[in-house]
């Protein structure tokens, strides 16, 4: 396992690529003093007049917000509606009843509140909690299927409604360092679709887990054809945002009436106490995912930090040693719960994920780091 010379990712990162031993996100963050954010917005609005002028519902909503009513949506929803000037359809794909928090409905309820118009999509809730285990036992992965269904609902509906522009904040190529997904310009969120929650393990076990065909189309991101027939464009803001970071986001979505869940950085690994507010579930994933690759949601955290000069490498070595990989019994035991299963298949399930080249799997208990955060490992 390598580092980024610069920051915390590693090159176990699903399509990670690095140039001269430094990530995608941080030659790309390096490059950001030489260009002017004005001239990316202006560029921005060029892209955006072009995309509306072939929309086939003139009088439908100018665009789509994707939205859960975290610190991140609501933040874009505003930028969307004040900064750009324009009537944004906000569409949630909401979790079922037994997995949305009681903060995520009052946040996406703030939304609502604040004049938006919203539409909430939400998948039959017996077909999630079935699609959520037989996503854990294929891939380790507690969300896949939610993830899904999340990423698919919002082009879904746009192809639906006639509404053919669509926003999403952050380019993963550019600001976590996913190469699948690059596109034509920093802008282009049309490779979405090979976001690798997406396309590992392609669909048919989700075909085959559901009951009935029609229970599984919730999940299915359109197509290129689709996509080019309607002309539909995803487009991503963060590019043209001189103050697009989680801090930024979660002080200015609190001050629009947002809930946050302070205290639980040593519950969730979550610094910020403004993400995955809507559902806790996720919580698991983030924990599986540096069982897997070595790197978690406080890794990404500080990565962020030290991009934008706010934390140095040494000192977000510390953090990452303290928080990263955390995710309470509690949430565990939720989610054991949900799926009908116990803890003890719960570890069960998750053990044969666990990069055993990086930790030392235990029977029945969490894994144990090998590694130091930070040096490069061979096992």
Partial sequence: MKYCKQCLTTDLRPNASFEDGVCIACNYSGSLHEDNVSLKLTILQDKIQKSRQKQRNKNAYDCIVGVSGGKDSTRQAHWVRDRLGLRPLLVCCAYPPKQMSEIGANNLTNLIEMGFDVIAATPAPQTAAQLALESFKQFGNVCKSTEMSLFSTVPRL??????????????????????????????????????????????????????????????????????????????????????????????????????????????????????????????????????????????????????????????????????????????????????????????????????????????????????????????
């Fill in 158 to 379: 746009a192809i639906e409604l006639g509404v053919n522009t669509i926003f999403w904040g952050e380019n993963p190529a550019l600001q976590v360092g996913d190469a699948a997904v690059e596109g034509f310009d920093e802008f282009d969120g049309n490779n979405l679709r090979r976001l690798n929650t997406l396309t590992a393990g392609g669909t048919d076990w989700l075909k085959e887990a559901v009951k009935a065909p029609y229970l599984a189309e919730h999940y299915l991101y359109p197509d290129e054809i689709e996509f080019e027939k309607k002309k539909i464009n995803i487009f991503y803001l963060g590019p043209a945002w001189d103050d697009w970071s989680n801090d930024d986001n979660s002080i200015y979505a609190s001050l629009q009436g947002l809930t946050l869940r302070p205290g639980e950085e040593l519950e969730t690994g979550d610094l910020s106490n403004a993400s995955m507010l809507d559902e806790e579930f996720t919580n698991i994933n983030m924990m599986l995912k540096y069982y897997k690759f070595g790197f978690g949601r406080a890794t990404d955290t500080v990565n962020e930090k030290i991009r934008s000069g706010r934390m140095t490498r040494d000192e977000a070595i510390r953090v990452v040693e303290k928080y990263d990989g955390l995710c309470s019994d509690r949430i565990i035991r939720s989610f054991s719960a949900y799926v009908g299963i116990t803890e003890t298949e719960f570890w069960n399930i998750a053990n044969p994920w666990v990069n055993d080249d990086i930790f030392t799997i235990r029977e029945g208990e969490r894994p144990i780091r090998k590694f130091t955060v930070g040096t490069d490992y061979e096992s």
